[in-house]
C-alpha cells in the first residue's frame, strides 16, 4: 500500500502544478499586435472589443453631430453606424457576441443591440450609466448613476 501511494505522488503533482498553471503549457502563445484604425466621425468616446475578439463596437459622432454606435469587423475594412443607436455612450457586449449593450444619457436608458440587426430594444431606466458588464447567465451588471452603488 505503501509503494502505490509513493508511486502516485508524481502523478498527484504534475496534475496540480498542471492545473494551478491554468493549462497554459498547453495552450499556444499568440503574440500581441497592434491595430491601427481610423474611425469615422470625430470624437471617439468609448469602445469594446467583442469577448471573441473578432469586432470592434464603439461610439463616434456622426456627420450630423450626433453619437452613434458603430460596429467594426476586424477582418474588414469599414464601420458601420448601427440604426437606432442615437445618442449611444459606453458600449459592452454580450458572452455570446450576439449583442451589444450601451447607455443613452440623453433617454436615460440602458439598451441593446443585436449585432446581426433589427432596432434597439430598452432594457431599463439608467438614470447616469457609465458602463456595464454581462454574464453568461444573461444578467447585465451596472450602477445606473455615477454616483450610487450596483
Known amino acids: 500500500m505503501l509503494n502505490a501511494m509513493?508511486?502516485?505522488?508524481?502523478?498527484?503533482l504534475v496534475g496540480v502544478l498542471a492545473s494551478?498553471?491554468?493549462?497554459?503549457?498547453l495552450r499556444a502563445q499568440v503574440p500581441p499586435y497592434?491595430?491601427?484604425?481610423?474611425?469615422?466621425?470625430?470624437?471617439?468616446?468609448?469602445a469594446d472589443i467583442s469577448p471573441d475578439g473578432t469586432k470592434l463596437a464603439f461610439t463616434a459622432v456622426n456627420l450630423e453631430g450626433i453619437p452613434v454606435l458603430y460596429l467594426r469587423h476586424?477582418?474588414?475594412g469599414e464601420?458601420?453606424?448601427m440604426s437606432g443607436t442615437e445618442g449611444a455612450a459606453y458600449p459592452f457586449w454580450s458572452p455570446d457576441n450576439r449583442y451589444i449593450g450601451f447607455f443613452v444619457p440623453t433617454e436615460q436608458k440602458l439598451?441593446?443591440?443585436?449585432?446581426?440587426?433589427?432596432?434597439?430594444?430598452?432594457?431599463?431606466?439608467?438614470?447616469?450609466g457609465k458602463g456595464g458588464?454581462?454574464?453568461?447567465?444573461?444578467d447585465v451588471i451596472f450602477a445606473p448613476s455615477s454616483d450610487t452603488g450596483i
Open 6 to 12: 509513493h508511486s502516485a505522488r508524481p502523478l498527484l
Open 111 to 128: 439598451k441593446k443591440v443585436a449585432v446581426g440587426g433589427g432596432p434597439p430594444v430598452t432594457l431599463c431606466q439608467a438614470e447616469n
Open 133 to 138: 458588464s454581462w454574464n453568461k447567465q444573461g
Open 34 to 46: 497592434t491595430l491601427a484604425l481610423t474611425l469615422p466621425g470625430a470624437g471617439t468616446w468609448c
Open 20 to 25: 494551478l498553471h491554468g493549462g497554459s503549457l
Open 74 to 76: 476586424l477582418d474588414k
Open 79 to 81: 464601420s458601420v453606424g
